[in-house]
Nanobody
Framework: QLQASGGGQVQPGGSLRLSCAAS????????IGWFRQAPGKEREGVSC?????????YYAESVKGRFTISRDASKNTVFLQMDSLNVEDTAVYYC????????????????????WGQGTLVTVSS
């Protein structure tokens, strides 16, 4: 299971940190990351951490330089630090796990992933 939290409302230019706590599987064996879906838009893979530091971290072009993904293996938790938020970042954010980060740049259905969490809403507005 994946439990996401940390969403809320923030003004443009502000920051939020999302958390996703994992349970029921061996956390270190999987890639883990975040997707988002804004109203009326397609789902977007935001960021993904591979199961090993040998693998590159994935960031969508739209968030590079502003978002940072990290994990705390001792807490089975992944974080998404979001800085310099803008209104285009408004979306429901979902965490997910899979064997690799490959699917973060595609449109595979949720059922194809190892696990998929419930969403947390991020609203950026003034």
């Amino acid at each position: 299971q994946l439990q996401a939290s940390g969403g809320g409302q923030v003004q443009p230019g502000g920051s939020l940190r999302l958390s996703c706590a994992a349970s029921g599987f061996t956390f270190r064996d999987y890639a883990i990351g975040w997707f988002r879906q804004a109203p009326g838009k397609e789902r977007e893979g935001v960021s993904c951490l591979g199961s090993s530091t040998r693998y590159p971290t994935y960031y969508a072009e739209s968030v590079k330089g502003r978002f940072t993904i990290s994990r705390d293996a001792s807490k089975n938790t992944v974080f998404l630090q979001m800085d310099s938020l803008n209104v285009e970042d408004t979306a429901v954010y979902y965490c997910a796990t899979d064997i690799w980060c490959d699917r973060w740049s595609g449109s595979a259905p949720e059922s194809d992933f190892h696990s998929w969490g419930q969403g947390t809403l991020v609203t950026v507005s003034s």
